[in-house]
């Protein structure tokens, strides 16, 4: 099996940074990309950014496109989000995902990490 697991969110104010972290342990997996989602509450599980592995190839929702960056470290098998310039509407719990090889969808994901910006 495999296992995500997330760190760095927080509590911040409005233009402040945060880095969040996940990362893959477990079996051996050919990853063809790990991404960044959140969830507002009340809300459904939103896009926010991903990368592939193999290319480094980035995709970024509209709405964090210019403040978040997404990077990865393949020999960690980690992935991190750089969140900078934080807004309120930033505020939800964010989940890592992996989607493997030959996988149509992202197949396995963190517990979720809250980050809270404060105005």
């Known amino acids: 099996q495999v296992q995500l697991g997330e760190s760095g969110g927080g509590l911040v104010q409005a233009g402040d940074s945060l880095r969040l972290s996940c990362a893959a342990s477990?079996?051996?997996?050919?990853?063809?990309?790990m991404g960044w989602f959140r969830q507002a509450p009340g809300m459904g599980r939103d896009f926010v950014a991903q990368?592939?592995?193999?290319?480094?190839?980035?995709y970024y929702s509209d709405s964090v496109k210019g403040r978040f960056t997404i990077s990865r470290d393949n020999a960690l098998n980690t992935v991190y989000l750089q969140m900078d310039s934080l807004k309120p509407e930033d505020t939800a719990v964010y989940y890592c995902?992996?989607?493997?090889?030959?996988?149509?969808?992202?197949?396995?994901w963190g517990q979720g990490t809250q980050v809270t910006v404060s105005s």
């Open positions: 990368i592939t592995w193999s290319a480094g190839s980035t």
């Open positions: 477990g079996r051996a997996i050919s990853i063809y990309s």
């Open positions: 995902g992996l989607r493997p090889n030959r996988s149509p969808s992202y197949d396995y």
